[in-house]
T-cell receptor, first 111, second 120 residues
Framework: QSALTQPRSVSGSPGQSVTISCTGTSSDVGAYTYVSWYQQHPGKAPELIIYDVSKRPSGVPDRFSGSKSGNTASLTISGLQAEDEADYYC???????????FGGGTKLTVL | QVQLRESGPGLVKPSETLSLTCAVSGYSISSEFFWGWIRQPPGKGLEWIASIKHSGTTHYNPSLKSRVTISVDTSKNQFSLKLTSVTASDTAVYYCARCSGGSCYRADYWGQGTLITVSS
């Protein structure tokens, strides 16, 4: 049981938009802006695509965007492309004791 | 170009100690960043294990803290992880990463990962 709840899977057609939710609590997602998203292709290391809720590292397309409302963070991918098919993980800082929690991951299928 | 490379035994027997090393190239480990370990059991999600700064400041996942030691060797530009009393549930791909902050919520460079299997 992961600390953050993500849908197990989402899907969309090329060109469409999809949103992946990440629900935590008032002790993690709801308390801090230290929320990140990672993309992981099969057999590869995760890649940081969003940090601090909505910031994109250099080189990440602006098709990827992040937001947060209350205890739920969201990742939106617009203009879906075949190469976006991957697993996506959210994580959040959770205070000085727990420190860091991850979501269970969401498999994105591009139809 | 920042590069990280994990090295480890591949196979560890139950109850033994797992030792992993992450060699960093293209960037000094004696910087403002933390350096961390994150693992992923086969077919499952990510779990942060621990992180360290060159000064020796450490942060541990409380669920693993009693079995984990993270250390840094600035002369070799590398850091290491020891996990004691391993069981089958410690079977995972172990990644090392560069982290902004001790929690590793923002890990911008990762190694390719090394699969560690715990089995007799």
């Amino acid at each position: 049981q992961s600390a953050l709840t993500q849908p197990r899977s989402v899907s969309g057609s090329p060109g469409q938009s999809v949103t992946i939710s990440c629900t935590g609590t008032s002790s993690d997602v709801g308390a801090y802006t230290y929320v990140s998203w990672y993309q992981q292709h099969p057999g590869k290391a995760p890649e940081l695509i969003i940090y601090d809720v909505s910031k994109r590292p250099s080189g990440v397309p602006d098709r990827f965007s992040g937001s947060k409302s209350g205890n739920t963070a969201s990742l939106t991918i617009s203009g879906l492309q075949a190469e976006d098919e991957a697993d996506y993980y959210c994580c959040s800082y959770a205070g000085t004791y727990t420190i860091l929690v991850f979501g269970g991951g969401t498999k994105l299928t591009v139809l | 170009q920042v590069q990280l490379r994990e090295s480890g035994p591949g196979l560890v027997k139950p109850s033994e100690t797992l030792s992993l090393t992450c060699a960093v190239s293209g960037y000094s480990i004696s910087s403002e960043f933390f350096w961390g370990w994150i693992r992923q059991p086969p077919g499952k999600g990510l779990e942060w294990i621990a992180s360290i700064k060159h000064s020796g400041t450490t942060h541990y996942n409380p669920s693993l803290k009693s079995r984990v030691t993270i250390s840094v060797d600035t002369s070799k530009n590398q850091f290491s992880l020891k996990l004691t009393s391993v069981t089958a549930s410690d079977t995972a791909v172990y990644y090392c990463a560069r982290c902004s902050g001790g929690s590793c919520y923002r890990a911008d460079y990762w190694g390719q990962g090394t699969l560690i299997t715990v089995s007799s």
